[in-house]
């Protein structure tokens, strides 16, 4: 039975159910105050999701995100109080004033990342609280707004029961979504985006609008949970969606585990039970919260999962094995549609690019011409301008003047996402990945382009995203198996050695299928036997698979044995260029770099 069937099967069964077994059988085991409470428990469960959503996949931490659960209630209040229709309409309705506000904060955050969006998420929240969520086009004055759990018409539904069935099938629904995003390109994307935005774009992934999905996608699911929640106390005003609200839901989600679906919705069920509490102890559920946050700094950063994770003994060490076993890099890594042989034809063209930060040149006027099917190498001391001119090619570095071409198409005025998805692709300095996810994952992170569904079918995981996640991961599984990690394909990418982290990198960028490679030093953090037996497969893929490739490298003698042409920069500026046999002679290029003759 393939995943979407299960997803169906498993919400129509909750549906169908759940409500009437509660309805009977819930009355009898609690009674219905707790009920209620319970709903409440669930709907804040909902809200941590959401948060979890945007601060443990996408890295984007928000103070304000209460501001979004009252938009959500208000907006379900106007359709089901105002214009008396039921309220699953009411909830539809929240979830899309919720996403429109997150949209709207999500705007003027592209540009933030920790405290800063914290502080501007949270003078958001205090100001939707003190004026927004106090305009009478929301509220009937001061007394707030109503909710009530309308059926249909004027029938309301007065079981605390059977209203907690609901929000307990609207928090699987919830969960399964939140699901399919985490297994699709959209959660892969996420996360690739709190890691590192620039590692992502080259991984052809928009940041601007993956950030901007995450707000929308978090804002509707909290507007729901503000909707269902109000519905639980039947009016709901400004004061019930304060800062201490937004706190309380990061203190979810932290006490959970950031990052962990499960973790945060039973810490928010948990810790709303406070009205259970002995009279003594009321009203201190946030100290008691925020020391057991203190705690799980100190002991278990994992949050209730990762100390759940650690009674059932799942943290295990990787076993890391030496840099110089051989590297495989199959034939099927490279995904063109028929072999590319060398000619005279140019696939890059560089026209006198120049960067300048202020009144530094840190690239001055240089050109550079790759043609297809060869490898061609830039080398030159440190400080040359080699990174920055890799930079300037691929778009992570503003050019003050200069075209670049690939295939003939003008694309230095396209971002760098746009430039990976026109075939570019890159390694860089320090390793690309994102460490946090395994290696099998970050090689499905790396085909983000070739998974082609739509994010309304990552959403529901439709037939069509679960065939090409299948294809895809079909395809992670032969590179990993090709490049020697088949028994590390679910290890962590940081338990792994720096030369292998390379390997792994080299692999996630060939999986993109690239028209051109572009390598920088490649051979950082490799063995010398590592290294040349890496530059053995950069040839079987220039000769046997027609892959183009320009690298950046310190291991002279690599360069001038592996590459067809060389480029020699220093200061900023081009030095010489030419086949590596004759560049080891000229005397320019030995005064400035080599140093001596290579023979």
């Given at each position: ?7 169906v099967?498993l919400?129509?069964a909750?549906?169908v159910?759940l409500?009437p077994?509660?309805a009977?059988a ?6 219905g105050?707790?009920a209620?409470?319970?709903?409440q ?6 809200a941590a ?7 443990g996949?996408a890295g984007q ?6 501001a979004?659960?009252?938009?959500g ?5 106007v359709?089901?109080?105002r214009?008396?229709a039921p309220?699953?309409l009411?909830w ?7 996403g429109?506000v997150?949209l709207i904060?999500?705007?003027?955050a592209?540009r ?6 914290a502080?501007v998420t949270?003078?958001?929240?205090l100001t939707?609280?003190?004026?927004v969520l106090?305009w009478q086009?929301f509220?009937r004055g ?5 909710l009530?759990r309308r059926?249909?018409?004027d ?11 609901m ?5 699987v629904?919830?969960w399964?979504v939140d ?9 892969r994307?996420f996360?690739?985006?709190r890691?590192?935005?620039t590692v992502a774009?080259?991984?052809?992934i928009?940041?601007?609008r993956?950030?901007?999905l ?9 507007g729901?949970?503000g909707a ?5 106390i ?11 609200v ?8 932290m006490?959970g585990?950031?990052g962990t ?6 810490a928010a ?9 002995p009279?003594?102890?009321r009203?201190?559920?946030l100290i008691?919260?925020a020391l057991?946050?203190?705690y799980?700094?100190v002991?278990?950063p994992?949050?209730?999962a990762?100390?759940v ?5 799942a943290a295990t060490?990787?076993?890391?094995a030496?840099d ?13 549609d028929?072999t ?10 560089v026209e006198?690019?120049t960067?300048?930060f202020?009144?530094l040149?840190?690239?001055d006027?240089?050109s550079?011409?790759?043609r297809?099917g060869?490898i ?6 440190n400080g040359?301008g ?7 090619i691929?778009g992570?570095a ?8 690939i295939?003939?198409?003008a694309?230095?005025e396209?971002?760098p996402?746009a430039?990976?998805?026109a075939?570019?692709?890159?390694t ?5 990945l ?5 290696v099998?994952d970050n ?16 959403l ?9 996640e299948q ?5 992670a599984?032969?590179i990993v198996g090709?490049?020697g990690?088949?028994a ?6 940081r338990?792994?050695?720096g030369g ?6 080299l692999g996630a960028v060939?999986a993109?299928g690239?028209?051109?490679?572009m390598?920088d ?7 010398p036997?590592a290294?040349?037996?890496l ?5 079987e893929?220039?000769d046997?698979?027609?892959q ?5 490298e310190?291991n002279v003698?690599?360069?001038?044995d592996?590459?067809?042409?060389v480029y020699?920069?220093?200061?900023g500026?081009?030095?010489a ?16 770099y080599?140093?001596e003759?290579?023979?």
């Amino acid at each position: 039975m393939t995943a979407h069937r299960k997803n169906v099967l498993l919400v129509l069964a909750f549906c169908v159910v759940l409500p009437p077994l509660t309805a009977h059988a819930m009355p009898r085991l609690l009674p219905g105050s707790t009920a209620l409470t319970l709903s409440q428990g669930v709907s804040l469960g909902i809200a941590a999701l959401s948060l979890n959503l945007l601060l443990g996949y996408a890295g984007q931490l928000s103070l304000g995100h209460a501001a979004l659960l009252g938009a959500g209630a208000f907006g379900a209040s106007v359709v089901v109080d105002r214009w008396s229709a039921p309220m699953f309409l009411g909830w539809i309705a929240a979830a899309v004033v919720g996403g429109a506000v997150a949209l709207i904060i999500g705007v003027p955050a592209l540009r933030l990342r920790g405290i800063y969006l914290a502080l501007v998420t949270m003078v958001f929240g205090l100001t939707m609280q003190a004026s927004v969520l106090r305009w009478q086009v929301f509220t009937r004055g001061s007394a707030g707004a109503a909710l009530p759990r309308r059926l249909i018409g004027d029938h309301i539904l007065t079981n605390t029961s059977v209203y907690l069935a609901m929000t307990l099938v609207v928090l699987v629904l919830v969960w399964l979504v939140d699901r399919n995003v985490l297994r699709t390109k959209i959660g892969r994307a996420f996360r690739m985006i709190r890691e590192d935005e620039t590692v992502a774009q080259a991984f052809a992934i928009d940041v601007t609008r993956y950030k901007l999905l995450a707000f929308v996608l978090a804002g509707a699911i909290a507007g729901l949970a503000g909707a269902l929640y109000g519905h639980s106390i039947g009016l709901v005003n400004s004061d019930v969606f304060s800062l201490q609200v937004s706190l309380r839901i990061v203190l979810f989600v932290m006490i959970g585990g950031i990052g962990t679906r499960w973790g945060a919705v039973a810490a928010a069920i948990l810790l709303s039970l406070n009205t259970k509490l002995p009279e003594s102890l009321r009203g201190y559920d946030l100290i008691i919260a925020a020391l057991i946050v203190l705690y799980n700094v100190v002991r278990f950063p994992g949050g209730l999962a990762g100390l759940v994770a650690h009674w059932r003994g799942a943290a295990t060490t990787a076993t890391v094995a030496d840099d110089d076993e051989e590297v495989a890099i199959p034939h099927f890594v490279v995904d063109h549609d028929e072999t590319t042989i060398a000619t005279d034809e140019p696939l890059l063209v560089v026209e006198e690019v120049t960067v300048q930060f202020g009144g530094l040149r840190a690239v001055d006027s240089v050109s550079l011409s790759v043609r297809a099917g060869t490898i061609v190498g830039i080398i030159g001391p440190n400080g040359a301008g080699k990174s920055t001119f890799f930079n300037a090619i691929s778009g992570f570095a503003p050019t003050s003047s200069g075209r670049v071409f690939i295939d003939g198409r003008a694309v230095h005025e396209l971002p760098p996402h746009a430039r990976a998805a026109a075939g570019l692709a890159r390694t860089f300095q320090n390793v690309g990945l994102a460490k946090d996810l395994s290696v099998r994952d970050n090689i499905l992170l790396a085909q983000h382009r070739a998974a082609t569904y739509n994010g309304g079918a990552a959403l529901l995981y439709t037939r069509a995203a679960n065939e090409i996640e299948q294809r895809l991961g079909d395809a992670a599984d032969a590179i990993v198996g090709g490049l020697g990690f088949a028994a590390r394909a679910a290890t962590p990418v940081r338990e792994l050695s720096g030369g292998q982290q390379r390997l792994v990198e080299l692999g996630a960028v060939l999986a993109t299928g690239p028209r051109l490679l572009m390598l920088d030093e490649p051979t950082a953090g490799l063995s010398p036997g590592a290294a040349e037996n890496l530059a053995d497969r950069l040839r079987e893929l220039r000769d046997d698979h027609g892959q183009t490739i320009l690298l950046i490298e310190h291991n002279v003698p690599l360069v001038l044995d592996l590459c067809d042409y060389v480029y020699v920069l220093n200061a900023g500026a081009l030095l010489a260029e030419g086949p590596p046999r004759q560049l080891a002679r000229k005397p320019e290029v030995l005064s400035a770099y080599l140093g001596e003759v290579v023979l």
